[in-house]
């Protein structure tokens, strides 16, 4: 027995504790619905709707049309699980965190969170630019836990070219700080195989409030480039519009491709942003958390 107990807690000891966190989030939301529900080839009833032109004449409720005035068809429930690939943004500006939390973890958070949902819920997920393909189970969300854990920061800011199944689901989550035009470009490239796509905007505090008084030292991430102002205050008001209209341009931008964008605040509760995300992608079905 004691050999057993330590056995478990060597491997308890290996886990990142990315993982435990991860697992933790997503276990304080409980699913109001298991899976994704829509229309398509299956055996469960899912809703009924009026006879459109296109239907087939043996989908067609006689009972229940002749209830009414009106003929029906049955729909049934699509069973097949989606493929939902998750990047997260490792360039150095996501190390950047004001309070006790980077934006390079709460994106890491926030993704093996939703993994871990998704799972849970039927679908297969896969982490964008590994080799392994999407699957449903513990070991993969295991495994892409200690993959983003595990993974350095990189210089790119955006999702590297690979490929990407067929009305697949696409799941971004950065800072978006490369310009506009190289996000348009990434998301056309994505959206070629027609997949669906979110844009989740991993904001620190201090980058949207610019709370600095005085004389103030800024330094990049990489500590090369270094920039003091006597006054900090003076350019407060210009930079926040600045960081206000970069944001809303991204937003602009999701929309006209067809993306959905969330933006969220590392000092905001990553429950909030997890519940909303899985319920875009659930298709807006509810859940409780």
């Known amino acids: 027995m004691t050999r057993l107990t330590d056995s478990a ?6 886990l990142p504790a990315l993982m435990v966190r991860a697992e933790r989030l997503a276990s304080s939301v409980t699913l109001g619905m298991h899976g994704r529900r829509k229309a398509g ?5 899912w809703q009924f709707h009026h006879y459109r032109p296109g239907d ?14 009106h003929l029906y068809v049955r729909e049934r429930e699509w069973e097949a699980a989606q493929s939902v690939w998750l990047w997260r943004d490792g360039a150095p500006s996501m190390r950047f965190g004001s309070g006790a939390e980077t934006k390079l973890e709460r994106a890491s958070l926030l993704a093996l969170a939703i993994g871990i949902l998704l799972v849970r819920g039927g679908e297969r997920i896969a982490l964008y630019g590994e080799k392994e393909p999407p699957a449903n189970s513990r070991a993969t969300y295991r495994r892409i836990g200690f993959a983003l854990s595990e993974q350095a920061p990189r210089d790119d800011l955006l999702p590297p070219e690979a490929p990407l199944p ?3 689901q696409f799941v971004w989550f950065g800072d978006f700080l490369a310009p506009l ?3 348009e470009h990434t998301i ?13 905007h991993i904001i620190d505090p201090a980058e949207e409030d610019f709370p600095y008084l005085g ?10 480039q270094t920039r003091t102002l006597g006054r900090a205050e003076g350019v407060a008001s210009e930079y926040r519009a600045r960081f206000k209209a970069h944001a809303e341009a991204v937003a602009l931008l999701a929309r006209k491709l067809g993306w959905s964008y969330t933006a969220h605040r590392t000092d905001r509760s990553p ?6 995300l899985y319920a875009d992608l659930s298709g807006g079905h509810r859940m409780a958390g």
């Open 271 to 276: 429950q909030g942003a997890l519940v909303a």
């Open 41 to 45: 080839i299956g055996q469960s009833f």
């Open 166 to 168: 067929r009305n697949a």
């Open 215 to 224: 004389r103030t030292r800024f330094e990049s991430v990489s500590g090369e």
């Open 9 to 14: 807690e060597s491997l308890a000891a290996t």
């Open 56 to 69: 087939a004449s043996t989908a067609i409720d006689w009972r229940q049309s002749a209830k009414s005035q």
């Open 188 to 200: 056309r490239r994505l959206t070629r195989s027609n997949a669906g796509g979110r844009l989740v």
């Open 181 to 183: 035009e190289d996000i």
